[in-house]
C-alpha cells in the first residue's frame, strides 16, 4: 500500500529469521562470545517449534559443543537409539539388509525435534536473545548494496489489499548483520539468492517432501529405542524414497515417508504413496491398536555438498537449510545446521569486534574447515548415484563408494536439472491407482490436516500466488493434469469443473501446512510461496 504509514524501527546488532536448530544454535553461541551484543530472533510460527518438523534421530555432536552440560540442563533427549534395522519391501515380504555404516545410530537419539527447539529457545531466552515469536519476515531492507536488516508483515489486511479494524504496520528489525535460518526454500532466502547470484556455478539444489504422522500405541507393541527404515514398495525403482519409523518416549510411533521431488510420473501422490505404505503386512503391525494423534509435511534439501550456495552476501549469510546441510544418507541435517549456525556466529562476533566488513567471507572459510564440510564432501555422490544409475545401481554405486573409495573418489556425480523439469506428460506416463483410506490406518488429506492444528486468518491476501494465473489450465491441467493436485499433501489445490468441460483451479490457502512443495515442483515455477501472516499455518505439537 503506497499510502501505508512508516514503519517502526528497531536497532540491533544481529538479526535471526527463523526459530529452528540453525537460527537457534547461532543466537546460543553469538551470546556465549559476545553477551553484550544484541541478538534479536523472529520466528513466523505463532511458538517457538510450532512449524518444525522432522524425524528425528539427532545425532549429538552439534549440541556437544554448543551446550556441553545439555543433559544436566534438561535437554529433551530422553529416547537413547538403541536397535537399527533397514529394509527393503516387496508388496507382501519385507527383507533385512545390512545398515549402512551412515545409518548406524549408536550414540544417538530419538527426539521430537519441536521439543529441542523448543528448550533451545528458553537456552536463548536466558543469554539475552530476544525472541519474536508469530512475526513473518516478509522483507529485506536494502541499503546501498547491503542488507541492513528485516520488515516483518503487515498484519490486518484483508483479500482486497485493504486494511481492516484490525490492522497493524510492520516493524523494521535493523542489523548489521542479517543470519536467515528459514529452513528448505525460505522465500528471503530464494529472494537473496537470486538478488546476488549466490547459486552461480552451484548444481541446482534438489528437494524431497516429507510426510510424517505421531502415533501413540499400546504398551504392549512399544519398542523404544528401535529405528527402521525402508526402501523398495511402494515406490518404483525410478523413484527415489522410503521411509522411517522410530519408537520413541511414552509408547509414540514418530512414521514417516519421503520422496525425492525429481519423479517423473505426473500421477503420483506422495501422500496416496505413504497411506498404502502402511497396509504392508510387516509395516501395519507397528500401529495395531493405536490413534494417529498428529500430521504434518516439509520439503528437505537433498542436493547435497554439490549444492550449497554462497553462503554470504552483503550484510549476512546463510546458515542451516535455508543452505542445505542435510547428509541424505545419514538421514541427518540437525547436527549440520546446527554447526552451520555455531560457525557463523563465531565468524559475526569476530566481525563485530573488529572492523565489521560488509560482507563475512570467514564463515564459509571456517565451516570449510569443520566437520561439517568433510562429512558432506564424503557422502557427495550417493544421492545422484540413485539418480543416475537408478535404484539397484545406485545402492550397488552407494556400497563401492563408501566401502572401496570411502568417500573420496576422484569424481563427483552432478544433480544435471531442478527438480520442476522433470515431469513427464501426463498421456505418457502411467495412472496409479490408490486404495480408499479405511480410517483407522489409512486417512485422507483433510482429516489429516485437521491434526496439524492448521489455522490461518482467512481475510488476507493469497499467500500462494499464481505468477500466470492461466497457466493454470493451459500448462498444467493440459499437459500434466494439475500435479499440484497430488503432490500437494495438504489439500490446497483442487480441480473443479472438469467434468463439466470447464476445468478451474481452486487454491484452498487456509489448509497450507507450509511444506514449500509447491514452490519447489510446480513445472514453470509459476506458484509463488510467500508468507501469510505470522502465527499462520501449522502449530504441531510436542511429541512432533
Request: proline share 6%.
Given at each position: 500500500m503506497s499510502d501505508a504509514p512508516e514503519r517502526e524501527a528497531m536497532e540491533f546488532d544481529v538479526v535471526i529469521v527463523g526459530g529452528g536448530p540453525a537460527g537457534l544454535s547461532a543466537a546460543i553461541r553469538l551470546k556465549q562470545l559476545a553477551p553484550d551484543v544484541a541478538v534479536c530472533l523472529v520466528e513466523k510460527g505463532g511458538e517457538i517449534g510450532a512449524h518444525t518438523l522432522s524425524g528425528a534421530v539427532l545425532e549429538p555432536r552439534a549440541l556437544n559443543e554448543l551446550l556441553p552440560d545439555w543433559k544436566e540442563r534438561g535437554a529433551p533427549l530422553d529416547t537413547p537409539a538403541r536397535d537399527d534395522r533397514f529394509l527393503f519391501l516387496t508388496e507382501t515380504r519385507s527383507f533385512k539388509l545390512p545398515t549402512p555404516p551412515q545409518m548406524h545410530n549408536e550414540g544417538n537419539y530419538i527426539v521430537s525435534l519441536g521439543n529441542v527447539v523448543r528448550w533451545l529457545g528458553q537456552q536463548a531466552e536466558a543469554l539475552g536473545v530476544e525472541i519474536y515469536p508469530g512475526f513473518a519476515a516478509t522483507e529485506v531492507l536494502e541499503e546501498d548494496g547491503r542488507i541492513v536488516g528485516i520488515a516483518t508483515g503487515d498484519m490486518g489486511i484483508g483479500k482486497d489489499g485493504q486494511p481492516t479494524g484490525s490492522y497493524a504496520r510492520g516493524m523494521e528489525l535493523r542489523?548489521?548483520?542479517?543470519?536467515?535460518?528459514?529452513?528448505?526454500?525460505?522465500?528471503?532466502?530464494?529472494?537473496?539468492?537470486?538478488?546476488?547470484?549466490?547459486?552461480?556455478?552451484?548444481?541446482?539444489?534438489?528437494?524431497?517432501?516429507?510426510?510424517?504422522?505421531?502415533?501413540?500405541?499400546?504398551?504392549?507393541?512399544?519398542?523404544?529405542?528401535?529405528?527402521?527404515?525402508?526402501?523398495?514398495?511402494?515406490?518404483?525403482?525410478?523413484?527415489?524414497?522410503?521411509?522411517?519409523?522410530?519408537?520413541?518416549?511414552?509408547?509414540?510411533?514418530?512414521?514417516?515417508?519421503?520422496?525425492?521431488?525429481?519423479?517423473?510420473?505426473?500421477?503420483?501422490?506422495?501422500?496416496?504413496?505413504?497411506?498404502?505404505?502402511?497396509?504392508?503386512?510387516?509395516?501395519?503391525?507397528?500401529?495395531?491398536?493405536?490413534?494417529?494423534?498428529?500430521?504434518?509435511?516439509?520439503?528437505?534439501?537433498?542436493?547435497?555438498?554439490?549444492?550449497?550456495?554462497?553462503?554470504?552476501?552483503?550484510?549476512?549469510?546463510?546458515?542451516?537449510?535455508?543452505a542445505g546441510f542435510l547428509n541424505v544418507p545419514k538421514i541427518k541435517g540437525t547436527h549440520t545446521s546446527m554447526k552451520s549456525g555455531m560457525v557463523a556466529a563465531e565468524a559475526v562476533a569476530e566481525a563485530l569486534a573488529g572492523s565489521q566488513p560488509a560482507e563475512i567471507t570467514s564463515y564459509p572459510d571456517r565451516l570449510q574447515r569443520s566437520w561439517v564440510w568433510e562429512e558432506l564432501s564424503l557422502v557427495r555422490n550417493v544421492r545422484p548415484s540413485f539418480a543416475k544409475f537408478g535404484m539397484w545401481g545406485g545402492l550397488a554405486y552407494s556400497a563401492i563408494d563408501t566401502y572401496l573409495f570411502r568417500g573420496k573418489a576422484p569424481w563427483t556425480f552432478h544433480h544435471p536439472h531442478p527438480d520442476n523439469e522433470t515431469l513427464l506428460d501426463a498421456d505418457k506416463a502411467p495412472r496409479i491407482a490408490y486404495p480408499k483410506p479405511d480410517g483407522v490406518l489409512t486417512f485422507d488429506r483433510l482429516s489429516s490436516v485437521f491434526i496439524s492444528n492448521t489455522n490461518h486468518e482467512e481475510n488476507q491476501p493469497a499467500h500462494l500466488q499464481l505468477l500466470d494465473p492461466d497457466k493454470a489450465i493451459s500448462l498444467n491441467w493440459n499437459r500434466y493434469r494439475s500435479p499440484e493436485a497430488r503432490y500437494c499433501p495438504a489439500g490446497v489445490y483442487e480441480i473443479v469443473g472438469a467434468d463439466e468441460g470447464d476445468p478451474k483451479l481452486q487454491i484452498n490457502a487456509q489448509n497450507c501446512v507450509h511444506c514449500k512443495t509447491c514452490d519447489i515442483k510446480d513445472p514453470s515455477q509459476n506458484i509463488n510461496w510467500v508468507p501469510p501472516e505470522g502465527g499462520g499455518g501449522p502449530s504441531y505439537p510436542g511429541g512432533m
Open positions: 542489523a548489521k548483520y542479517t543470519l536467515l535460518a528459514e529452513g528448505c526454500r525460505g522465500s528471503l532466502s530464494k529472494q537473496l539468492m537470486k538478488r546476488f547470484d549466490l547459486r552461480q556455478g552451484r548444481d541446482p539444489q534438489t528437494y524431497a517432501i516429507g510426510i510424517k504422522e505421531l502415533w501413540e500405541i499400546p504398551a504392549a507393541n512399544h519398542k523404544p529405542g528401535l529405528v527402521e527404515h525402508t526402501l523398495g514398495w511402494p515406490l518404483s525403482t525410478d523413484v527415489y524414497g522410503g521411509s522411517f519409523l522410530y519408537h520413541f518416549g511414552e509408547n509414540l510411533i514418530s512414521f514417516g515417508f519421503v520422496i525425492g521431488l525429481d519423479y517423473r510420473n505426473p500421477w503420483l501422490s506422495p501422500f496416496d504413496e505413504m497411506q498404502r505404505f502402511k497396509t504392508h503386512p510387516d509395516i501395519r503391525k507397528h500401529f495395531e491398536g493405536g490413534r494417529r494423534i498428529a500430521y504434518g509435511a516439509r520439503a528437505l534439501n537433498e542436493g547435497g555438498f554439490q549444492s550449497i550456495p554462497k553462503l554470504t552476501f552483503p550484510g549476512g549469510m546463510l546458515i542451516g537449510d535455508a
